[in-house]
């Protein structure tokens, strides 16, 4: 066999464990193309082909981005087209790729020829070391004009015929398949032209997110039962050089209360920028200049606003460009050369396989938590340019790649894609073949299963009435024995059986027991009235809105507020592949003008509950007071309305509960108490009650939780005659009693209690239990000062150690409730 070779040598070296993957993977296929030349005359050379590359014929490279993967397939491809005549198929996973992998194979690779999918189909002109660099799209498509290299023209076979047409000449038909966990993930009519139509000899994989469930799937379509695996650990291409130690990702915290009103976007991208401009004053020694990736969202005009902020912190448009699937640069692979680029805004066109090796900080807007594409995104800031491979003394911060988050949740694909690509351990695939190739006397070789012994198998058919046979039948009668001993065994009657006739009219007991329904009557030995007192807000507006407006106090921390621009927030620094942390950082952060306008809104709103507030007058009102507290201090920067209203929003945004405790209190002063509804006569459920002393139905209702069914019967347990009588108060039912709380639904205290001697409230107490006092909305902080306009002051309480109850006081000094004192019965009356 005579193979045509190019001239050219290799460009790049590879290194020792380089070296090690190629020649183990050149080992395993090419005994695979040596068993299928021994075969091929064989009376069952079709069953044997598929064994012998079922178990030879396919080997995946699992291997970090940037630890040499298109180098190492390059070179097995061209080791094995020395070896035999072949013609190579190599997929990149996006057309955007091709042209990459294309100069790759171009510039690098002796012994190979890259050649052009639409125009060199002729089989004649074909010569082992062939490779044909296309995308799946291109083939695996229902659209004819979308899949042109598989139409038949006028001067041109379609690629279809061009692969049968090399066959029938003796060429094997090998494929690489780069990013391979990209190819067959919901992809049917990628899979059927793999297997139906190219139907390899040899199939080389490589992925640097090894995902094993997509790749079981592959080796179980195309019936492979042990895939050959080469790993390369990342510490491999850490100590030869080619990637760099780790990769910093940073992201931002901050307080609740002002999470929203931060412009992560801005933020993130300043101090990307400023490790950018660190790394490139570093890098200026060694002749580089760093590309920063910026990837954007996909929410309108993203783009740009990016390129204005840019344009802001001293990057012109001619150092900036842009790609993405819509606006799609056709010089993308030449950016990654082209040091007069300094940043380049994507979403998600380049995340998977693009090649920038002088890629060193990464600025990320989207949200995605995808591992995948954690593992893609880190991939390109990990590689070492090579002007910087083999130099002693580095600085450290050279010694890794930099990410800024906009959106801490997504650190947590980072992190996880960093676990799974440390997962990946240093292995060679076996060589060891499970299909070996036999020659039996003078019959033509063949290929049968090797088994763990290494014994090659002498296969007898099992004739018909065999022990196997026979165990299969005693087996089937057994189970019919069993099934049937249990069918005899219970012998149910369903047959109706006659109702009991009554003599005497049944007991509400019996009743119950009958019907499933139990009654209890509401008791009337008590003083409880018929019906309990709600409140209300009174209608009269102006006079709600002139009280909301005269307590909401434009202090001079207030007015400070409106003039804020920015907030200190920290941010922490991880190195994802060694989990380690570093010392936080206090930044600047500016604030979202826009988010800080939908938080006022959100205020306003919160304020309409109710719905007794017009909150369109309330803001005209605030603006007025606001414009009136700035004049008299002397602050003339809130020249304009516009300008106003953006103070007077900071301070609704920064301060929410300034205006809540504003509304609270007005409306507390403006609430009168009506008649609800009458209570029902009687309760009825399914399940029977337990009795209580002095409920109001003598029952303790069965929807208490813990504390509240502990306090019940602290009251039921009342021996010093303070407790006369106690009701369950349900939430939102036209009986209760609830109290208006402003920014939340009505308050409904968990019970209603008749206390002797009580001179407020007209006997009656409202009481409520808590097990949180100091919640992170303020609800408990809210009903704890809350009053009822007949009631008074609600009692709240607190189940200190499930032992003994505790009264609650909001502490308006520290804006938080305190423990005050134990709860005795007497005190009920005096509060």
Same mark, same amino acid.
């Given at each position: 066999?005579?193979?045509?070779?190019?001239?050219?040598?290799?460009?790049?070296?590879?290194?020792?464990?380089?070296?090690?993957?190629?020649?183990?993977?050149?080992?395993?296929?090419?005994?695979?193309?040596?068993?299928?030349?021994?075969?091929?005359?064989?009376?069952?050379?079709?069953?044997?082909?598929?064994?012998?590359?079922?178990?030879?014929?396919?080997?995946?490279?699992?291997?970090?981005?940037?630890?040499?993967?298109?180098?190492?397939?390059?070179?097995?491809?061209?080791?094995?087209?020395?070896?035999?005549?072949?013609?190579?198929?190599?997929?990149?996973?996006?057309?955007?790729?091709?042209?990459?992998?294309?100069?790759?194979?171009?510039?690098?690779?002796?012994?190979?020829?890259?050649?052009?999918?639409?125009?060199?189909?002729?089989?004649?002109?074909?010569?082992?070391?062939?490779?044909?660099?296309?995308?799946?799209?291109?083939?695996?498509?229902?659209?004819?004009?979308?899949?042109?290299?598989?139409?038949?023209?006028?001067?041109?076979?379609?690629?279809?015929?061009?692969?049968?047409?090399?066959?029938?000449?003796?060429?094997?038909?090998?494929?690489?398949?780069?990013?391979?966990?990209?190819?067959?993930?919901?992809?049917?009519?990628?899979?059927?032209?793999?297997?139906?139509?190219?139907?390899?000899?040899?199939?080389?994989?490589?992925?640097?997110?090894?995902?094993?469930?997509?790749?079981?799937?592959?080796?179980?379509?195309?019936?492979?039962?042990?895939?050959?695996?080469?790993?390369?650990?990342?510490?491999?291409?850490?100590?030869?050089?080619?990637?760099?130690?780790?990769?910093?990702?940073?992201?931002?915290?901050?307080?609740?209360?002002?999470?929203?009103?931060?412009?992560?976007?801005?933020?993130?991208?300043?101090?990307?920028?400023?490790?950018?401009?660190?790394?490139?004053?570093?890098?200026?020694?060694?002749?580089?200049?760093?590309?920063?990736?910026?990837?954007?969202?996909?929410?309108?005009?993203?783009?740009?606003?990016?390129?204005?902020?840019?344009?802001?912190?001293?990057?012109?448009?001619?150092?900036?460009?842009?790609?993405?699937?819509?606006?799609?640069?056709?010089?993308?692979?030449?950016?990654?050369?082209?040091?007069?680029?300094?940043?380049?805004?994507?979403?998600?066109?380049?995340?998977?396989?693009?090649?920038?090796?002088?890629?060193?900080?990464?600025?990320?807007?989207?949200?995605?938590?995808?591992?995948?594409?954690?593992?893609?995104?880190?991939?390109?800031?990990?590689?070492?340019?090579?002007?910087?491979?083999?130099?002693?003394?580095?600085?450290?911060?050279?010694?890794?790649?930099?990410?800024?988050?906009?959106?801490?949740?997504?650190?947590?694909?980072?992190?996880?894609?960093? @676990? =799974?690509?440390?997962?990946?351990? /240093?292995?060679? &695939?076996?060589?060891?073949?499970? *299909? +070996?190739?036999?020659?039996?006397? %003078?019959?033509?070789?063949?290929?049968?299963?090797?088994?763990?012994?290494?014994?090659?198998?002498?296969?007898?058919?099992?004739?018909?009435?065999?022990?196997?046979?026979?165990?299969?039948?005693?087996?089937?009668?057994?189970?019919?024995?069993?099934?049937?001993?249990?069918?005899?065994?219970?012998?149910?009657?369903?047959?109706?059986?006659?109702?009991?006739?009554?003599?005497?009219?049944?007991?509400?007991?019996?009743?119950?027991?009958?019907?499933?329904?139990?009654?209890?009557?509401?008791?009337?030995?008590?003083?409880?009235?018929?019906?309990? @007192? =709600?409140?209300?807000?009174?209608? /009269?507006?102006? &006079?709600?809105?002139?009280?909301? *407006? +005269?307590?909401?106090?434009?202090? %001079?921390?207030?007015?400070?507020?409106?003039?804020?621009?920015?907030?200190?927030?920290?941010?922490?620094?991880?190195?994802?592949?060694?989990?380690?942390?570093?010392?936080?950082?206090?930044?600047?952060?500016?604030?979202?003008?826009?988010?800080?306008?939908?938080?006022?809104?959100?205020?306003?709103?919160?304020?309409?509950?109710?719905?007794?507030?017009?909150?369109?007058?309330?803001?005209?009102?605030?603006?007025?007071?606001?414009?009136?507290?700035?004049?008299?201090?002397?602050?003339?920067?809130?020249?304009?309305?516009?300008?106003?209203?953006?103070?007077?929003?900071?301070?609704?945004?920064?301060?929410? &509960?300034?205006?809540?405790?504003?509304?609270?209190?007005?409306?507390?002063?403006?609430?009168?108490?009506?008649?609800?509804?009458?209570?029902?006569?009687?309760?009825?459920?399914?399940?029977?009650?337990?009795?209580?002393?002095?409920?109001?139905?003598?029952?303790?209702?069965?929807?208490?939780?813990?504390?509240?069914?502990?306090?019940?019967?602290?009251?039921?347990?009342?021996?010093?005659?303070?407790?006369?009588?106690?009701?369950?108060?349900?939430?939102?039912?036209?009986?209760?009693?609830?109290?208006?709380?402003?920014?939340?639904?009505?308050?409904?205290?968990?019970?209603?209690?008749?206390?002797?001697?009580?001179?407020?409230?007209?006997?009656?107490?409202?009481?409520?239990?808590?097990?949180?006092?100091?919640?992170?909305?303020?609800?408990?902080?809210?009903?704890?000062?809350?009053?009822?306009?007949?009631?008074?002051?609600?009692?709240?309480?607190?189940?200190?150690?499930?032992?003994?109850?505790?009264?609650?006081?909001?502490?308006?000094?520290?804006?938080?409730?305190?423990?005050?004192?134990?709860?005795?019965?007497?005190?009920?009356?005096?509060?």
């Amino acid at each position: 066999m005579t193979v045509i070779q190019d001239s050219r040598a290799f460009v790049t070296p590879l290194k020792p464990f380089q070296v090690d993957a190629v020649r183990n993977a050149e080992m395993i296929l090419g005994g695979c193309l040596s068993a299928l030349e021994m075969i091929k005359d064989s009376p069952t050379a079709g069953a044997d082909r598929a064994r012998v590359i079922a178990d030879q014929g396919a080997i995946l490279f699992e291997a970090p981005t940037g630890t040499g993967k298109t180098l190492m397939l390059g070179h097995v491809v061209s080791a094995l087209s020395r070896k035999a005549k072949i013609i190579w198929l190599w997929f990149a996973p996006f057309s955007g790729l091709v042209d990459q992998a294309s100069r790759t194979i171009r510039t690098e690779f002796a012994g190979v020829r890259q050649r052009d999918t639409l125009f060199d189909r002729e089989a004649d002109d074909a010569r082992s070391g062939d490779v044909y660099v296309m995308s799946w799209a291109s083939v695996a498509v229902a659209d004819a004009d979308s899949r042109k290299v598989r139409s038949t023209t006028e001067t041109k076979s379609s690629l279809d015929d061009f692969i049968a047409s090399v066959r029938r000449k003796g060429f094997h038909i090998g494929v690489v398949i780069d990013e391979a966990h990209h190819t067959f993930r919901r992809q049917t009519k990628a899979l059927s032209f793999y297997r139906e139509i190219l139907a390899p000899e040899v199939t080389i994989m490589a992925t640097a997110t090894p995902r094993d469930a997509d790749i079981d799937d592959f080796c179980k379509v195309y019936g492979i039962p042990r895939l050959r695996r080469t790993s390369i650990s990342r510490q491999q291409g850490v100590d030869a050089g080619l990637i760099k130690r780790g990769v910093k990702v940073a992201v931002f915290k901050v307080g609740a209360d002002v999470a929203k009103l931060v412009d992560f976007r801005k933020t993130a991208l300043r101090q990307g920028i400023a490790v950018h401009l660190k790394l490139k004053e570093l890098l200026s020694a060694y002749g580089v200049v760093p590309l920063l990736l910026v990837q954007v969202d996909s929410t309108d005009g993203t783009i740009e606003e990016t390129k204005a902020h840019l344009k802001t912190l001293g990057f012109n448009d001619d150092k900036v460009r842009v790609h993405t699937t819509q606006e799609p640069d056709p010089a993308l692979i030449d950016i990654a050369a082209d040091e007069n680029v300094e940043v380049l805004i994507f979403k998600l066109a380049i995340a998977t396989g693009f090649d920038v090796p002088r890629g060193f900080t990464l600025v990320s807007f989207r949200t995605a938590r995808d591992v995948d594409f954690g593992v893609q995104v880190v991939g390109r800031i990990l590689r070492v340019d090579r002007r910087l491979q083999g130099k002693e003394a580095l600085p450290e911060a050279l010694d890794y790649g930099y990410v800024f988050l906009a959106d801490r949740d997504a650190q947590s694909g980072l992190a996880n894609a960093a @676990l =799974r690509i440390n997962a990946i351990r /240093d292995e060679l &695939a076996s060589v060891g073949a499970n *299909v +070996a190739v036999a020659v039996i006397g %003078d019959q033509p070789a063949a290929a049968v299963h090797v088994p763990k012994s290494g014994q090659l198998p002498l296969i007898v058919p099992a004739e018909k009435g065999s022990s196997a046979e026979m165990a299969d039948a005693g087996e089937e009668q057994l189970v019919a024995g069993i099934q049937s001993e249990l069918l005899d065994d219970w012998q149910l009657d369903f047959s109706p059986k006659p109702e009991p006739t009554a003599t005497t009219p049944p007991s509400a007991a019996e009743q119950a027991i009958r019907t499933g329904i139990f009654t209890y009557p509401l008791r009337t030995d008590t003083k409880a009235p018929a019906n309990f @007192l =709600r409140a209300v807000v009174s209608l /009269d507006q102006d &006079a709600l809105l002139s009280d909301i *407006v +005269a307590r909401f106090d434009f202090t %001079d921390e207030l007015l400070l507020k409106a003039q804020q621009t920015a907030v200190q927030i920290v941010m922490e620094e991880v190195e994802i592949f060694g989990n380690r942390k570093d010392s936080p950082e206090t930044i600047r952060a500016d604030l979202a003008q826009h988010e800080v306008d939908a938080m006022a809104q959100r205020a306003l709103i919160a304020a309409d509950d109710l719905e007794v507030v017009d909150t369109r007058e309330l803001n005209r009102c605030l603006i007025a007071a606001f414009k009136r507290a700035v004049e008299a201090r002397g602050i003339d920067i809130f020249d304009t309305e516009g300008k106003l209203l953006m103070g007077l929003n900071k301070i609704l945004a920064l301060r929410p &509960a300034h205006l809540k405790r504003a509304i609270s209190e007005a409306v507390s002063r403006h609430t009168v108490a009506e008649d609800a509804a009458p209570i029902p006569a009687a309760i009825t459920g399914f399940a029977a009650l337990e009795p209580a002393r002095l409920n109001l139905y003598r029952v303790f209702p069965d929807d208490l939780n813990s504390w509240e069914r502990a306090f019940a019967e602290y009251l039921d347990d009342d021996t010093t005659g303070t407790v006369e009588w106690w009701h369950r108060n349900p939430p939102r039912k036209p009986y209760s009693v609830g109290i208006p709380l402003p920014g939340q639904p009505d308050f409904y205290p968990d019970f209603i209690v008749g206390v002797k001697d009580r001179k407020r409230g007209n006997g009656i107490l409202l009481a409520e239990t808590k097990r949180d006092i100091n919640d992170e909305p303020g609800n408990a902080q809210e009903k704890a000062q809350v009053e009822h306009p007949t009631y008074r002051k609600v009692m709240m309480l607190y189940w200190q150690d499930s032992r003994q109850w505790v009264t609650v006081e909001y502490d308006e000094a520290h804006d938080k409730n305190e423990l005050d004192r134990i709860l005795r019965p007497e005190l009920m009356s005096a509060y």
